[in-house]
């Protein structure tokens, strides 16, 4: 059962950045190719900065490659959040269950009675369609997932508090219709200005409407974006100044949004306390559990892969494949993952932010943010995650682990076989991560190894097999 409060499904704004590993992911729904013949493919990111001869004007000072070589054979893309949600609903629609989110209603709490196995958990919901004002209605289930936002219901049924921080800064996202005579407009920029602040430019599918990330002012301690109120005029003004001496004559705003930038995260992603022996029951996924400016382009990318790691656990430990106490591995994993996501977003929003050198300015060095970009592009891709060895144990029944599986190193691998030439490179010879066989669909589980070997036959790029995400 998956519950939401809103009437439907959003239609318009929110997330639109899918990085490589996410793609892979769509792989595994069966809709990969589908966003990727409907999407504006990411494959360059073009800098600009103030232009030394004249401060007042920007300059484009690079492009650079924006996935790194040999990390993926998906591309990082744009897509609007709400057409993605279609496509998962799709999938749903088209499953054996059927399944369809119950739109219009609350989630107010939840309890997990600890003396029993036997869908331990209650849910309280309350209508919020306004249909039938204060029904409310109880669900008992094994397991809950709380994908519930940055606001969550469910993680405070469990005690999770977001601790982190606030960059005391306004920023506004508009989704426009613009004529503009800044050239790179169909291709992603970060902008940084002498003055006036910074903007991101993301073009989005279709060739005509393109998004604006564009910083606004600063804030005071404690204060809140919303509290001032600003328009999309104030939006497309300061973006004026800032790409000057270009400029944007705005036709049509089809989504805006003001935000300002925060960093947080709970301290573990499920009901148990520290040092319980129990497997846990309620978990927390995505914004719910970490959040963090939406300028690097990782929150629903994260939030997608945080629930990809625990569906294929649940799964598993629903269908009677695992043990319970395969789901304590989730938070500890996701927990490293969402605590590196907000410190490089952390790093990334303070180099943003930073005054250029002289250096910099007088093209002697290159732009600290082009350097940092670089340096990033497989943590932004998704590609560079890595998890701990499990600690689980080999089937009981054979006390041997099946063939191929090694109980150590279940880091996220690369797809792809990096070997120039396959046919030089041979089961024997592969770097160990490097495994043959998984040109089929991703399954949402470790996989052991097919019995595939790579031959000459093989096409440049020979696929690796899928590990655990
Ligand atoms: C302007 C903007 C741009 C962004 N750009 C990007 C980007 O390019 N790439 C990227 O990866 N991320 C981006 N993000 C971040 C991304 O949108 C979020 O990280 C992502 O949506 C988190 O997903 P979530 O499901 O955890 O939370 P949400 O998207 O917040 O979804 C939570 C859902 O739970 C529902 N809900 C809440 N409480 C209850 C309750 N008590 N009962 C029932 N339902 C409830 C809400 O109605 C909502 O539908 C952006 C965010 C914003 C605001």
Redesign the pocket.
């Known amino acids: 059962m998956i ?4 009437p439907s499904n959003i239609i318009k704004g ?4 899918i990085n490589t590993r996410t793609m892979e992911m769509f792989q595994a729904f069966g809709f990969a190719d589908k966003v990727k013949r409907e999407t504006y493919w990411v494959n360059q990111t073009a800098f600009w900065m103030p232009d030394p001869a004249n401060p007042a004007h920007i300059k484009r000072v690079g492009r650079v490659q924006d996935v790194a070589d040999d990390s993926s054979e998906m591309p990082h893309i744009l897509i609007n ?1 709400a057409r993605l949600h279609e496509l998962f609903l799709e999938v749903m629609q088209n499953s054996p269950s059927r399944l369809a989110p119950d739109y219009g ?3 107010v709490s939840v309890a997990v009675d600890e003396t029993t196995d036997d869908h331990p958990v209650t849910v309280t919901l309350k209508d919020a369609s306004g249909i039938n004002w204060w029904a409310t209605r109880t669900v008992r289930a094994n397991y809950v997932v709380g ?5 969550s ?1 469910v993680r405070k049924s469990i005690g999770g508090v977001l601790h982190g921080d606030a960059a005391n800064q306004a920023w506004g ?1 508009m989704d426009i219709l613009a004529n503009t005579d800044f050239p790179d407009v169909r291709q992603k920029c970060l902008i940084s200005s002498a003055n006036e602040g910074n903007v991101l430019i993301l073009p989005r599918e279709g060739g005509y409407v393109f998004r604006m990330y564009v910083e606004l002012d600063k804030l005071k301690d404690g204060e809140k974006a919303a509290s001032r109120k600003f328009t999309q005029d104030d939006m497309i003004a300061a973006a004026n100044r800032i790409i000057a001496p270009y400029s944007l004559d705005v036709k049509e705003v089809v989504w805006w ?1 003001i ?1 300002d930038i925060g960093h947080s995260i709970t301290d573990k992603f499920d009901d148990v306390a520290e040092g319980s022996s129990r497997n846990p029951r309620v978990f927390t ?4 559990c970490h959040t963090h400016s ?1 300028k690097a ?5 994260v ?1 997608m892969q945080d629930t990809f790691n625990l569906g294929w656990k649940l799964v598993h430990v629903l269908q009677g494949r695992a043990d319970a106490s395969l789901l304590r591995s989730y938070s500890k994993e996701r927990l490293t993952e969402a605590k590196r996501l907000v410190e490089t977003d952390h790093e990334w929003a303070r180099i943003m932010s930073a005054p250029t050198t002289q250096a910099e300015r007088d093209g002697s060095e290159e732009p600290r943010i082009i350097r940092q970009f670089k340096a990033n592009l497989e943590f932004t891709g998704g590609t560079a995650v890595k998890y701990d060895p499990p600690r689980c144990s080999p089937p009981a029944r054979t006390r041997r682990w099946p063939r191929g599986w090694r109980s150590g190193g279940a880091s996220i691998r690369r797809r792809w076989c990096a070997c120039p030439t396959p046919s030089r490179c041979s089961w024997a010879t592969w770097p160990r991560p490097m495994r043959a066989g998984a040109s089929t669909p991703l399954r949402a589980r470790p996989t052991a190894p097919s019995r595939a070997r790579p031959s000459t036959s093989w096409p440049t790029g020979c696929r690796t097999t899928r590990n655990r995400l």
Request: one cysteine or more.
């Open positions: 519950v939401e409060r809103m929110k997330a639109d950045g959040q209603w609350e989630l994908c519930d936002g940055a606001h219901a996202v949004s935000y996924a995505g914004d719910a939406p382009g990782q929150g629903m990318n939030s």
